[in-house]
């Protein structure tokens, strides 16, 4: 479930997502929102994700975050030509 606020989040994982994904918030935020989350419920899976690029990703990891989506990584990505003949 995509979420915006840890308020979101909890009732997500209350309603019984498995996991929540907490989507464009500041690093600060993000860390203090999936602590709390975690707290909460210790088995739920917390992805991070918005505006996350390499330059930044090491600021989105934690002790609190499963997983980080990085958009970057498919609509910034250059366009190959090529072709394949058999």
């Given at each position: 479930?995509?979420?915006s606020?840890?308020?979101?989040?909890?009732?997500?994982?209350?309603?019984?997502?498995?996991?929540?994904?907490?989507?464009?918030?500041?690093?600060?935020e993000?860390?203090?929102?999936?602590?709390?989350?975690?707290?909460?419920?210790?088995?739920?899976?917390?992805?991070?994700?918005?505006?996350?690029?390499?330059?930044?990703?090491?600021?989105?990891?934690?002790?609190?975050?499963?997983?980080?989506?990085?958009?970057?990584?498919?609509?910034?990505?250059?366009?190959?030509?090529?072709?394949?003949?058999?």
């Amino acid at each position: 479930v995509e979420c915006s606020s840890a308020e979101e989040a909890l009732a997500a994982a209350g309603a019984g997502a498995d996991i929540v994904l907490l989507d464009n918030l500041a690093p600060q935020e993000l860390h203090a929102a999936a602590a709390r989350v975690k707290a909460a419920h210790p088995r739920l899976m917390v992805e991070a994700s918005g505006g996350i690029v390499l330059e930044t990703l090491p600021q989105f990891l934690g002790p609190h975050i499963d997983v980080v989506s990085m958009g970057c990584l498919t609509h910034s990505a250059p366009a190959l030509d090529f072709a394949l003949r058999v």
